[in-house]
């Protein structure tokens, strides 16, 4: 962790995570967004300097970059607005002078500003002012990073998210709630934290695994009191050392696919673990597909349904996996157990066994035939 006073620090290799799900996902976001919406926002409500003692670039770099570079001309071109808040002048001013530096050429398409100010207090002012022109945020992924727990108000994620279109990808530091978690002076933060003080029950708890579970389940369903719809987190580890997790709600199933497929195809190599629904550890490098296809089973068995819909279930917080998945490792496993049967007015859709078009109807079983 930086000492207050530093401008620069080292980046940790457990937050090392962190980056590399946020640049698969902005990636995949910038995209779909564009191709529906005018002018995009993307915030970085605790911007740091913007690069690290040991030569990582910090998240505001990895958004601009991610922006330039993309392969698709149509993000390229897009309007993008770029809100970096930094309580921190020096560092504020680091990264200032090495966007400048970096892009000297920036898009006009592009547009960068900067906030000296605290995160709450920087929201709520841009909100506020979004609310008076009765105008609603432009499609926005919100990134809140903060060093502790106790300046990202729930109330103001939920200002967030009550735009359509919004997201947010907030750190929140286990280490310290757990820590502080009967601390009397502690409590109103995390009352802040949570957005009320259904947290206080999770002192009773002694397993440390289930108090931690019932603590993110309460995280959980309060970024889902606004417009989000989905909410999923994954974990970053020391060594064997829990350290924090990032939480990430969208209001879109889509969303909570593509950050899923980024958090898997990124989690085998790197310090940190996706747990899912049940809160246990998935093995994302040999995956058990197990769980994918009772989950299949015990939501459309008995009745016509297309692969899109399927996809949908799968892609969103009601499952742990993405939707590449679940075509090869589970209808696929399913038919072969003569599980699952294509609509006859369908078959003709279908060029080759095992191939499963986006609109074809197919029933699956309930139970594996005799
Ligand atoms: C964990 S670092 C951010 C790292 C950055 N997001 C990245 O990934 O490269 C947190 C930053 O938030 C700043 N900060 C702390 N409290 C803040 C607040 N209330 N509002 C805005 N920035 C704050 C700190 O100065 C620090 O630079």
């Given at each position: 962790m930086a000492k207050r006073q530093e401008t620069l620090w080292e980046l940790n290799e457990h937050s090392l995570g962190k980056h590399l799900v946020l640049k698969s996902?902005?990636?995949a976001w910038f995209p779909i967004l564009s191709k529906y919406n005018g002018r995009l926002l993307f915030i970085d409500?605790?911007?740091?300097?913007?690069?690290?003692?040991?030569?990582y670039i910090g998240s505001p770099l990895i958004a601009l970059d991610a922006a330039l570079n993309?392969?698709?001309q149509a993000v390229r071109e897009q309007e993008i607005v770029f809100f970096f808040i930094e309580n921190d002048k020096k560092r504020l001013d680091h990264l200032k002078s090495l966007i400048e530096e970096r892009y000297p050429n920036l898009p006009s398409n592009f547009k960068v500003h900067f906030s000296e100010s605290k995160f709450d207090a920087a929201m709520t002012h841009l909100l506020d002012y979004i609310e008076e022109q009765n105008k609603k945020l432009a499609p926005c992924f919100a990134?809140?990073?903060?060093?502790g727990v106790s300046d990202t108000p729930m109330s103001i994620v939920h200002r967030i998210l009550k735009n359509p279109k919004a997201e947010v990808y907030v750190s929140v530091?286990?280490?310290?709630?757990?820590?502080f978690l009967g601390s009397p002076e502690f409590e109103p933060h995390l009352n802040e934290l949570f957005g009320g003080n259904e947290w206080v029950q999770a002192k009773a708890i002694e397993?440390?695994?289930e108090k931690k579970e019932f603590l993110y389940q309460v995280y959980k369903s309060k970024l889902k009191e606004?417009?989000?719809?989905n909410a999923i987190h994954f974990e970053l580890f020391k060594g064997n050392r829990h350290v924090y997790s990032i939480f990430f709600a969208t209001q879109s199933w889509m969303g909570?696919?593509?950050?899923?497929?980024?958090?898997w195809n990124i989690a085998p190599g790197g310090d940190f673990v996706f747990r899912g629904m049940a809160n246990n550890e998935l093995d994302l490098a040999s995956p058990d597909y197990g769980p994918l296809i009772d989950a299949i089973v015990e939501q459309f068995s008995g009745r016509w349904v297309t692969p899109r819909r399927i996809a949908e279930f799968v892609g969103s917080d009601r499952t742990d996996y993405h939707s590449s998945q679940f075509k090869k490792n589970a209808l696929k496993v399913l038919e072969k157990d003569e599980r699952l049967t294509i609509h006859p007015e369908d078959a003709h859709k279908r060029k080759k066994r095992f191939t499963y078009r986006d609109d074809i109807r197919l029933m699956i079983d309930a139970e594996p035939r005799d």
């Open positions: 996902y902005i990636n409500g605790f911007a740091g300097p913007g690069e690290y003692n040991n030569g993309h392969q698709h990134m809140i990073d903060p060093f530091m286990y280490e310290y709630i757990n820590r397993d440390k695994h606004s417009r989000a719809t909570t696919d593509k950050m899923k497929s980024a958090i």
